[in-house]
Nanobody, 123 residues
Framework: QLQASGGGLVQAGDSLRLSCAASGRTFSRYVMGWFRQAPGKEREFVAAISDYSGNTYYADSVKGRFTISRDDAINTVYLQMSSLKPEDTAVYYC??????????????????WGQGTLVTVSS
């Protein structure tokens, strides 16, 4: 129900935009988010965007470089990534949860996960 796309191989400093297309139901009432998992590491929160108000939340490691947005008319969430670094290399997953609260709460309360899309940043 969540299909992520847009990953690829880029060089450090480049930009890339990930997309997450939702299907099967309307996700306009969900807080949509992106997580990532680097090789040998646990999955971590990257960004989230709330419903209606459009409030955004970012991990400190991506703040100022990544921008999350949503287009509920086409049930799609985006992650615009700029100034990419080798440490951004990971499989990126989109997700949907009903309430943000805190990053920890949101991470534990995800209702839907998409499949991942691989982003590789070379130095």
């Amino acid at each position: 129900q969540l299909q992520a796309s847009g990953g690829g191989l880029v060089q450090a400093g480049d930009s890339l935009r990930l997309s997450c297309a939702a299907s099967g139901r309307t996700f306009s009432r969900y807080v949509m988010g992106w997580f990532r998992q680097a090789p040998g590491k646990e999955r971590e929160f990257v960004a989230a965007i709330s419903d209606y108000s459009g409030n955004t939340y970012y991990a400190d490691s991506v703040k100022g470089r990544f921008t999350i947005s949503r287009d509920d008319a086409i049930n799609t969430v985006y992650l615009q990534m700029s100034s990419l670094k080798p440490e951004d290399t990971a499989v990126y997953y989109c997700a949907a949860g009903l309430y943000y609260g805190t990053t920890t709460y949101y991470t534990k309360s995800i209702d839907y996960w998409g499949q991942g899309t691989l982003v590789t940043v070379s130095s």
